[in-house]
């Protein structure tokens, strides 16, 4: 190297030394800032270690002595759903057994809320800006975005609807709406309108106690808003097993919207 390109080259690398010397800790912090924010982005599965504990299955629980099982206040309901959830309720005083509005005994969902009300366990799935909600009833599976994209602006009607949700401390509030207007907004009701909106808050109420306080809106079919809460018990050792309605299934709806069963029903029939 000759003499010029040599003292070119020396000048240059004083000048770094002197750069970073007069940088000095601001450098070193800047540094030291971007490499959490590099590291996130190279493994987006890091955040999750700081949600709740919400692993394995959970049962919806109704025996007495568990929390918040008194029953609700009664929804306050628009004059046809009044009339319909009246008679659903006098049918319960008169007809033993399940007494049906919807067409769940022949296998179609109830949509949202009533899914996650059914008898059988859910599990939670937590990856990074989404929720995913197994179902065991029907196999349902439940996609809450929390990436913060705001839902679709035109979404099709589905029966578990559009969700998209975000965390209040260890709190999972999920926002619901596009639910297909002919599914079961409540026990007893069946049908509402485009305006149907669920509002679920998740949380931990006790180490093994999951609540979820579920509140409906809809103008249509509600007078003001209506919230229950339901409550499921942790089984650690539990596995979602697999649901498969049509299988074997012996109900039928009536004209009235009521099961029937029958021993000689055929799959086909």
């Not at 959830?85 to 109830?110: D, E, H, I, M, W």
């Not at 009607?157 to 965390?167: E, I, N």
């Not at 809809?218 to 097993?241: C, K, L």
Request: charged share 15%; aromatic share 8%; proline share 12%.
């Amino acid at each position: 190297m000759n003499r010029t390109l040599r003292f070119t080259s020396g000048l240059a690398a004083c000048g770094a030394i002197a750069l970073v010397s007069a940088c000095g800790s601001q450098c070193a912090q800047s540094t030291a800032n971007a490499a959490p924010a590099a590291s996130a982005a190279q493994n987006p599965y890091a955040a999750l270690a700081k949600l709740p504990d919400w692993s394995g299955v959970w049962e919806p629980t109704f025996r007495a002595g568990t929390p918040g099982q008194a029953p609700p206040a009664p929804p306050r309901l628009t004059p046809p759903y009044a009339a319909q959830y009246a008679k659903y309720l006098q049918k319960n005083r008169t007809t033993p057994g399940l007494n049906f509005v919807s067409a769940v005994a022949s296998c179609v969902p109830p949509g949202l809320p009533q899914s996650m009300l059914q008898p059988y366990p859910i599990e939670f799935l937590f990856t990074p800006g989404r929720v995913t909600i197994l179902i065991e009833t029907d196999h349902l599976i439940r996609r809450i975005y929390t990436d913060g994209s705001p839902p679709p602006p035109d979404p099709d009607p589905t029966y578990q609807g559009t969700s998209v949700g975000h965390w209040e401390g260890d709190t999972l509030v999920v926002e619901t709406s596009a639910i297909l207007p002919d599914t079961s907004p409540l026990q007893g009701i069946n049908g509402h309108s485009d305006k149907f909106h669920v509002t679920e808050r998740i949380r931990l109420a006790e180490p093994d106690l999951l609540e979820i306080k579920t509140t409906r809106t809809d103008p249509a079919v509600f007078i003001e808003p209506y919230t229950t809460t339901a409550y499921y018990r942790r089984h650690r050792d539990w596995r979602i097993m697999e649901y498969v309605c049509e299988q074997n299934n012996h109900d039928a709806l009536d004209a009235h919207g009521n099961p029937a069963f029958s021993l000689s029903h055929k799959p086909e029939e």
